[in-house]
Every structure is written in C-alpha cells, then in structure tokens.
C-alpha cells in the first residue's frame, strides 16, 4: 500500500501527527508526551503515537529534505492524518533574533526541489491560519520567545543557504543570497517547511511549523539542541489546542 | 514625493485602508460607513476616508491588475497605511462556490508579472493571518456564505484566466489551465491579490483579500455585482475586529 | 459580451484608436480634435470620440500597466477597431533624452506579466512599421524633437525600474537593471507598450507607442507633463497620416 | 584582430551587407550584380565585394545558425559595416503561403540561443523599420508575391521545428509547437533572423530579414532553390532604395 | 566541524565510500565485507568502516533525496574522502529492465532541487568514466545481469515520478513525465544520483552509481530489495578494482 | 531525404565519423590517414572518407555551433554511423592548461540553444566512457599532454564567452560568467560539443570530443592551430582503438 516507506498501516496514526527533521528528536518528542509507544523505524521514518494531555497525537520524523517529507506526507495522508505540523531546527538570518528562540512560520519561500514537482512556481507555500493560531497562542501561554514570519526552505545546508562549500566553492548567486532574503523579511533558513506547506495547500489538510533556533547566522553562533525543549512544549500544546 | 500617483498627503489616510479594483466600488463602500468624504480622484486611484463604527478608515481603488496596485501599495505605506484589504470580484472555479457568495483568501497563486519584480519565483504571497481571521469572524458574524482558500492572480482577464481571445485565440498551455489549478484547490481567479500580499510580506505590513463572486467560471454563470453588497460588509466589519 | 468592462457598444469605436495610460489624459486628447463626445467612463477606461482633420478616431484610456490595457485591447478589437496607438508618458535612460522629448517605440522589452500569458518568452513586441512611419513623419512635419527606439515596460514603477520601493527596498538584481538596459540601447521605462505590441503581433492588428519625457532618470529631473501637448499632436497627426 | 573568423581587414567591407545563410549563395548572389569580385574564404563564412547600380555591397554567407551568425555580425561591425540583411530559405507555416514565395520578417521570435547571451528574454528582435520598407518597396517594385510578418528563429532544423527527429524522436512539447506559432500568426520557421536582429538592437545598427519559401510545411511541400532569384532580386533592389 | 551531521571525524573514513540511500543498506553493504565495524549512527545516516578483500572502505546512508545526500557528501570530502559510490534502489521505466536487474548510471538527469543551488542548469550530473568502468567490470566478472545509461534523480516518489498523489493527483505535466523520459533512453528514476555527480564534477572527485531494480514501472511490478544483493556484490567489486 | 543538407548517401559513410567544427579542418584530418577521398561539399558540411590503420573512418565539418551540428548528427545517424567524434580548437580558462595541449571531454556544460529543443535542462551533455577511454588511451600512448575535464559549450563566442562584443559591450551577467564556470572546475570554453552529446544520449550512439587549445585565455594567449597536429593524431588514434 502507499505507507511503503514510513512502515505503517491504517490505524496507526491518529489525525495529529508532529515532523520533526531529526531522527532522534522524534523520541524526544514522544517522551514529552504523557504516554507515548513506539510505531515503526524504517529509513529516516521513526514514528511513535501517544496521548497529550488526552488528545491523540504521533510523530513522525521526515529526515532532511523536501524528497523524504513528501513522502512521508503522501503516506500519512493515505493513512488519515489531516493536521501536520513540523517541529524543527533552523538558522536565523535577523538581527533580532537569538539562538534558543522559537520561529513560527506563516508560510516559506519555495527554494526547493520538491514542491516544484506538485506546483508551478507561483503556488504559496502558507501555513494553515487555525496552526498558526494555535502556535502563537501556545508560544504565548508558555511565556516562550518567539517570532512569526517567512521561512526559507532551501535543498542545500551549505552553499544554498549562503555558506561556502567544500574548498571554499561560493559562486557568485550564493553571495547575494542571505542580503536579499533578509531585505525581503525572511527570518530563516530550514529544508523541509515549503515542501510540507505546499502539499497542505494542494491536498487540503492543514499544517504550520515551528523551529527552534540553533544557528544565529549574523552573529556566527550556534548551539545545538538550543531551545529545543520549549520547541516540543509549543508543538505539543498547539496540537490540544487546534 | 511619494504620493505622486494617489494625489494624496501625509496625514491623509488612517492605518486601515480598504482597496477596491473597480473605481465605482470605492465610493460604494465609502457609501456604506457612518461618514465620509472624498480625498482624491486621480488616474485609478479614487480615495475617500471616513469613520465606520467609530474606527477611521479610507478605500483608494487600485486599478485592475497588479502594476497599478503596486503603485498604490508603494504609496499607502510612504502615507503611513499599515492595514490593507483588498475587496475585490472575483470568478470562481470550484464547483460548490456559487455566484454571490464570499471568497476569502488565505494566500495567492502568484501569476502576476509585478510581484516577480519584487521577489523571486517561490516568495509567498500570503495573507496575514490576523486579516484572515478577522475576515471570517466578520463574515460568520453578519451569516454571510463563504470559502477559505488559495486565489489565483492573473495578469489577464481573458487567455490569462483560460478564457479563449480575440478570433478564438487559445495556446496550447491556456487549455490545461483551468483543470490543473481546480486539482491544486484553487478557488477562483482575479488580478490584484498576488501583487498586494507578496508586498505585504516583504514589507511587513498586514493585508488581506475578500472577493464577491461575479463569475462562476464552471457552470459559466456571471451576475455584475453579485454579493458586493455582503463583500462590502464583511470587508468593513473586519476593519472594526482588527 | 465583449465590452463588460469599457461599456462600449459595436460601432462606438471607429478603426483609429488612442490609448493613453492615464485615464484624465482621454478628455485632453478629445479636446485636441475638430469635434469629440464622451462615450464612456468605467473603472479606468475612460473613452471618447471624435474628428480630427475628417478622420474619425476614438480614445480610450487604459489605466497604468499591460493586465488593465489587454482588456481594453481584447475588448476594441472585438468593437472592430484595427489601428491602436499609445499615447503615453515615461522615463528616459540615456543622456541625450530631454523631459519634454518625444520617444517613439519600435519594440519593447516585454518586462510584463501579461505578454507571457499570450506568448512565449521569446515573441516580438514589435510596432508596426507604417505606425512607426506615420509617428515619425507627424514628428518631422511638426518640428517636434523625438528619439526612436526601443522601450521597456515593466510591471512596478518603483523597484521593477530600479528605483527604491519603501523603506529603500532594493534587492540585488534591481541594482543592475538600469546600467544593464542603458547598454542594450533601451531609451525608456514605462508600463503598457509591450502588452500592446505583443498583442497586435497575435492578433494581427496594427500598433504602435509613443510617449513624452517626463522623467530623465540618469539627470534625476521630472516635470509632470513636459512635452504632453506635443505628445497628442504628434498622435493626431499620425492617425491622420495612416 | 577582430575579424579573425572571417579573414577580412578594414576597408574590406562597405556599409551595406548581404548575408544568406548558405555559403553557395553567397556567390550566387555575387554574380547577381554588376562587377563583384571574391574577398575570401573561411570555414562557413564566404565573401564577396561588389558593385549593384552604383551602390557598393558585400555578401557574406553566415552558415546555419545564431552562434555562425553572431561571429560574422561582431566582426563585420568592427569592419565598418551598419545595414545588414539577411537573404535566406526558409518553411513556410501558414496555408496561403506557396513554395517560391518570398517573406519578409518584421521581428522574429527568439527560439535561438545566441540572442539569450546578448540579451534577456523579453528583449525584441524587431527589424529596422526602414530595411522593411526598403523590402517591401523593392517587392512591390519587383512585382514579386511577399508576405509579411513575423519569423520564428529555432536552433533545430529538426525537432525544433516539430519535425520528427532520428528513429521519430518527438517530445510532447514538439507536438504543440507548429499549431501554437500559426495561431499567433508567426509565417515561417528559419535559424538565423532572431540572432542578427536582437544584435541590431543592442549594438544600434540596421537590420532586416527577407527569405525565399523552400518548404511549405502545412502541405508538406519542398523545391530547393524556389524563388531564389526573386529572392536575391527583392534584396538588391532594397540595398539600393536604402 | 564539517562533520556536524554525520558525527565523524577526520581519520574516520577511507578514500572509497559507498552511499546507500536506505539507513538499513548501510549494514546490509557492512555485513558484506571481511571485516566492518560501526563508526556513527546520527539522524539518517549510518556509518561503518570495514575492510574488503585487502582494500579499506566506508559506507554512510544518505537518507531519500539530493538535500541529505549533499550534506553526506560535503561531509566526507571533508573528512577525505575521494570516490563516493551511490548504491541505491530504482525504478525502471524501459520494457527490457526486469526486476532484480543492475542498473549502471552513465550520467543523470538533474530533475532534483539541489543540484541547481550548486550549478546553473545545463551542469552536467555525469558519473567518472573510471567508476562507470568499474562498474561493468564488476558486473561482467560477476555473470550480474545489468544495464548502462541515463538515470532520471527526482524530488518526489509520488507525482514527480508519474505516479498519480494523494487522492489521484495528476496535474497535466506529470502525464507527459514517463513518456518523454522513455523516449529519450532515460533507463529509470531513483532520487539521490544527480545531487552527488553535479558535486562530483564541481569538487573534482571521482563518483558513480549502481542501482538495483525494485520497480518495473511499465509492467508495474514491485519486488523489494530485489537484486540487492547482487547490488552490493557489484558495488564491493568495483571498489577494489579502483 | 535526411540528408538533405551533407549531400550525402546511404553508404556514403562508416560507423566512425571525426567532426570538427572547421570546414578546412577536415581536408587536414583527411589528409592524415592511409588513404582518404572527398565525399561532399555542401555549405559548412566538407566530408571525406578513407582508411586509417585498417579502419573505415569519415570525417564530415560541423561548422560553427549547436544548430549546424544537429543537423550534421541527425543526417549521419540516418546514413548510418554510430559513433561521432568531435575534434575542435578551444579556448581554456584553467591556469594549468596550456596553449597547444589536449583537452578531452567528459561531459559539457549545456550553454547552447540547440540541445534544449531535443531534451529539458537536466538533461545530461555526457560523453560515452568507451569514447573516453579511447581517447585518453590514444593521448597517453602518443605521449601528447592532455586535460580531462568538463567543457562549456555556448553558443556566442564573445559576449557568451565572457569577451566584450562589438563598443566593448559587457552585460553583468557576463561579468561573472568565467569566474563562476573556473569554480566548478570547467577546463574549456567551445560551441558545438553540448549538441553533439545530448543528442548522444538521446539517440542512443556512442560519442565524445576531444580539443586542441587554441587559446589561453587566463593569461590571454591565442595561437591559431597551436596543437592541431596532436589533436588529428588522438583523434584517429581514438578511432582505431575503439
């Protein structure tokens, strides 16, 4: 069937499902639930479903990337989820904003490959109103810093968001990259938000995401794992909230 | 200054401002507050302010088309506008929209030319959540019928929009219009919204669009003016929620 | 049918057609002619008829930009009309242009939105040669200094023609845009020749453009108006001409 | 120096310059005048000086193709020349053009690639409006049947031209390509105007385009060499008028 | 460091790595050699290092798709690595490809988005003739049943390869996708081979890719993990012949 | 029949054809085996046939360009042959490579117009292993110093190469066009050999390409025929090996 990948079958996954990037952050998340079990663990797909604070939820990493996103999308939409919301880490690009805050996206600028091969180039990539509403009022409950505005979804961690690459490679469209994103009120860099926005406006199931940030990229600094605990909080009172 | 094209000063518009495309609708929505007055009339831009519900407000008309609202846009902000709704007639391409009914747009299928000069192709012309929700309590108050969705702006009213041109004219790409964006949900097609949200992102200020159906593109319907008179109140009801 | 927007009727419109961007800039030109009455005024298309030395000609004003001026070309051509002349104001970008020059268009650079929606990226928007002729000997014949070549017309009067949009919005590419054109011998900016030129390549109707300098871009000088009076002369003369 | 690919020196060249694409029909077109004599020999590109009713004239063959094309255009610019006409063969795409035939372009769509490293998409290559009269006048003169319009210029004598390539070879975007350009009137397909016309543009020197209808391509009909000499007729009789 | 993702450090990894998209492959490929050993485990990637027939050698998964690949190979460079091997999974879309088949890459065709970030559009993804001759000498010495030629990398398992998406997607594009790509001798689709041969050719390190064939699109059979191990026999091989 | 343009026959030519760019090349190839004798002369299309070593071989010249090549490969596919061999001069932008060596191509950067009307952007421009090893065997055993490496073939040798055109001509796009290409390790700048080998892998026959370097342009050195004797040698030795 269409959950090939992912390793799951109808019935496992309830209609609110987190996607976290990172394999690992997935049992993060799942042990910050009040019970939570494991699902499956197949490619970069680990997957656990639990019950928040009496509301049925999952998590369902996607790895890196639009490519492994969309599928683990295609599938969990096969499967009955309709609200998925990614918990992820990015780099932020704004002066004002520091390592540890949380970044609520309203919708991505499409510097992918993937939401390409579902729609033209002028398609949005929007964050669900009723997720972001629930982020904010989530980010605002806990008392937890946060930011909302436009995410940059790019297919390259190195020189497409800017960074030289191997041996210094840094050809001349990478070197206007982070000026005009940031003129343009881009707040970040990440892999993975377009591509998920871009099937929720297609598909008609609703989604956002959420970021902890670890790299300032203005100031050149980095902490891994920063803010990531009140990354998990927000995800997971926006899903009892919504 | 900047207020060439509008013929309109600093001082002279208020924070919320109302952008029709028809010139005639914005003293038609003038028409429906508890006062106002005339500012200008210049080119497109026909500009009135006035007081609805003890909250100021102005509507300047844009023209039809995105370089003309642009313009506007430009304008607005240089004047200290920071609150800009688009109210628009749209035609519609799903089956269960009818004519007069309400269309609100969450976000915009960028097939304009103005926006790309602007931002580049994957820049998302999103509306902000706060006009959205303020559009459907406004029309959920007043019990007025409509739709939540992706718009489509065009740059032209006929082959643009998949209509056949002058002696028949219809390409080969104008054929698969229509079909592909009605399977990517796209709701209805006008001229104006891309433009408007894809600025609003990159300079911060909060917009919307609202849209009365004239045309219902699948059952080849049309009635001028259906819904404009709700259009109008949703439109003036959510300046008062904002 | 075909007219909904102009409000215009079968035989309203005779085969010489003025079109003028600027809607109050229709009742200048009516007033330059032997005799002229108002046919109509709707959104930005605002047209009259008239004689001019035994000719019967017509303007219709087309609002600012190529996706208000192709509805106003799809809808005269469906009148009957088959000779359409801008009749428009612009920027100059090389030294040698004066305000209050004349400039008149051989071909534009299509940096439209609505051209590409006719015909692919590579199709000529070319004027006629007899309207080019006619333009350049009503010139001659009124001693009226006038320069000849090619235009570009853009979608956003501020940014799309490197100038700053708000808060000094100037990404990378519109930086080059200028020095770019000044080297590719473009003379100057404005917004609606290459929709109209595009079109009567399609259509196979006569077309031409022709604009009066009211901005020198490289000296910074702008007078509103410089040179319109010419302008309509040269546009009457050359409808006589053809 | 500069001429390096043609082998011709400074004074070698007059103002005026035929240019077929063929290298055999550059002598041909020689022989057409009064005295001539041979200047060289190189690669694809021959040339020829000589005298046509007083006015001097070369030809210079610049083989298929834009990037021939361009290295023969730079050269003979550097050269001295400032008229140049290209006399080619071409298919015809509309029905009421016959084999033998002769079509004159007043701008081409730019299907090259050559003109793309010149210039960007939307930039026109139109013809000089006075090498178009000078052709038609010459036609006309000659009592010779012309059409006149727009010219696609292709990279591809097979494929791109919606011809079948080797084994059949035909993508699903070479189906729609004869029946897109007849509808927006272009008359014919050939592989060199676009390149020198948007080269005329940019550089500012004169330029036009007048051919001989080898293929007829609707009814699938073929004469080598048909209307050749009226062909070379029509183009030495517009030198002279120039 | 430069190994922030695949939690290695330098001295870690030998000249020759193999890279499996899938996790689990990774130590299928380790189990397959004389001696191996774990290095990391860190979000999807994988890592041992082992020894084959006398020759040292490391495998990392890559996760699904360009982005997580292009980190992987960014990554190793770093730490030293020069001829990165893709071992993956595909599906065939040529009639005479059976399930269970090898499939040596000559060259891909970049229909991801990550390639792009690093090199314009007309860079070539092609294998190094050294890996490709490895490659098929393996095979050949192995009796292994396989075929050379074209790969086409995309960003989406669903709609980007031709398989209709969530609730029947198909957009009119998709449909012309298989086609065409059989017509021009495209062999299959994987999704990982374009990112890592554009990066090949711009670093300058040697890469390949072999693939075994799960999917016979045309006759739509599906077999998992057929031929895998054959797969890894070849792949093995060609690293000790190079 | 198909070949139309070479002014050739079935039979007229063996599986081997050697194309080089210059008309005048193919007598001096020709010249250089056991035996030859002249097949044709037709515009840009010089071909020879004869016997090198015991081998049948052709050579046919290409003239300048993508467009003349096509339809060079397209005629010799229908009379028969099934491995082409470019053999051109070239401009190197590589500080190691010096006037007078041998370049052999791997894969070409698709900078041409021709080969996007046979296959979309991604579409690999690589040369056959087999046709690769040939040629370095040939270039090892004649002891000749060569360079193998990716090539960019444009279709302008000025302004596409990063040369100024005619007045000093100089866009800013092709300002960056030699840095950027030196980054991603490309050796060599020529015109025809991204044609050729695209439609190598569409048509499914073996080809490659081999360049002598006519001119450095790093240090700005040009000599005419710098190498031209090694290349021939290579070149035929290639033939014979394969």
Do not use: C
């Not at 019970?35 to 680990?46: D, K, V």
């Not at 309709?82 to 309203?106: M, Y």
């Not at 509403?133 to 800017?162: C, K, N, P």
């Amino acid at each position: 069937g269409r959950a090939y990948h992912l390793g799951l079958r109808k019935g496992d996954v309830p209609k609110y499902v987190l996607m976290p990037g990172e394999v690992e952050r997935a049992s993060r998340i799942a042990s910050s639930w009040d019970r939570s079990w494991r699902l499956a663990q197949r490619r970069e797909y680990s997957s656990f479903r639990g019950v928040y604070r009496g509301v049925d939820v999952a998590v369902v990493s996607t790895g890196i990337g639009g490519p492994a996103t969309a599928i683990a999308v295609e599938e969990l939409l096969e499967l009955g989820a309709d609200t998925l919301i990614r918990v992820g880490s990015t780099g932020a690009i704004q002066d004002d904003i520091e390592v540890g805050d949380i970044i609520i996206t309203t919708a991505a600028v499409r510097m992918d490959g993937t939401s390409y091969q579902y729609a033209p180039a002028g398609y949005p990539a929007s964050a669900s109103y009723e997720v972001i509403m629930a982020l904010v009022e989530a980010a605002e409950s806990l008392g937890v810093r946060y930011h909302l505005g436009i995410t940059a979804s790019t297919d390259s961690f190195y020189v497409g968001q800017g960074r030289p690459g191997y041996g210094g490679y840094m050809p001349s469209w990478s070197r206007n990259l982070v000026p005009d994103l940031r003129q343009m009120r881009v707040l970040n860099f990440e892999m993975e938000s377009a591509t998920l926005l871009t099937l929720a406006n297609i598909y008609g199931f609703r989604a956002g995401a959420v970021h902890a940030v670890y790299a300032q990229r203005v100031k050149d600094e980095f902490v891994a794992h920063a803010g990531e605990e009140n990354l998990i909080k927000v995800a997971d009172e926006a899903v009892r909230i919504l």
